[in-house]
């Protein structure tokens, strides 16, 4: 499978947010004489509603089929393939580098497999306005991403990102509905999602579904993309994956 479309479904999986708004709130940096407020915390939104010890845990199930054609000495496949990941608010801290905000500090868990080693990763997240920052380093001075706090129907963003050392992609977002239910969340946003699309895709769809008070709530991927395999002949491949949360644990007030 090609290695961009890959990448990109990967991508949209771990990030699980909004990332790279074209618009968004002034972020200061001290080299332009900006100043920050004494102890200003990290922020909270209703879509990101961080607060130490708030856990996330998500499954990912995604069927693939390929169809041969009769002619080609190969059975058609089908199979399975099943991960978990778990996200946690660890605690509220500040920035090391020239920026000292004020952040929450997120570690994210994956399991790619049943047999696999989890992997761990950690990025910090600062809210103000209705602006998200997040940095992948905690001595950071400047935000990886920036995104929407309080998306509406309707808002449009992009997030730019490395496949490679020589290649770069976009994804693009936008609102496209409000107050549908989902993963038995009621009055969800309904977020279509567009990563890079190679000519061999068909079709694609991709749609992240947030809640209020919870944040990423569903992601579903639906794919069908067609190979050449002689001059009269082709592989039909689809994939449908769904990526849902299985439970969350808040900080009851």
């Known amino acids: 499978m090609n290695k961009r479309i890959i990448v990109s479904v990967l991508t949209l999986i771990l990030l699980m947010g ?7 709130a002034y972020f200061p940096n001290p080299s332009d004489g900006a100043t920050y407020v004494e102890n200003q915390d990290a922020g909270s939104s209703p879509y ?3 607060e130490p010890g708030n856990r996330w845990r998500y499954e990912y199930i995604v069927e693939y089929v390929y169809d041969y054609p009769e002619e080609f000495p190969t059975e058609d496949t089908t199979w399975t393939d099943t991960t978990a990941s778990v996200t946690v608010v660890t605690r509220e801290t500040q920035l090391t580098g020239s920026n000292p905000l004020a952040v929450w500090e997120i570690e994210t868990t994956n399991w790619m497999s049943d047999t696999s080693e989890p992997t761990v990763s950690y ?3 600062h809210i103000e306005g209705d602006s ?4 992948d380093d905690i001595s950071a001075s400047e935000p990886d991403m920036v995104s929407p706090a309080n998306p509406e129907l309707g ?8 496949v490679d050392d020589t290649t770069t992609d976009t994804i693009y977002y936008e609102v496209v509905a409000e107050g549908v239910e989902a993963n038995g969340y009621d009055d969800c946003i309904k977020i279509e999602v567009i990563p890079y699309i190679p000519e061999e895709i068909e079709t694609f769809e991709q749609y992240q579904y947030m809640a209020k008070g919870t944040g ?3 992601f579903t991927s639906n794919m069908l993309m067609r190979v050449e395999l002689g001059p009269l002949s ?14 969350f644990t808040g900080i009851v007030e």
């Open 48 to 50: 990101f509603p961080y």
């Open 132 to 135: 998200v920052y997040t940095f």
């Open 216 to 218: 990423t709530v569903l």
């Open 123 to 125: 990025s910090w997240v």
């Open 234 to 247: 082709e592989l039909v491949v689809t994939m449908e994956g769904e990526y849902k949360l299985t439970s």
């Open 155 to 162: 808002d449009k963003w992009e997030y730019e990102y490395e």
């Open 18 to 24: 909004f990332t790279g708004c074209e618009e968004s």
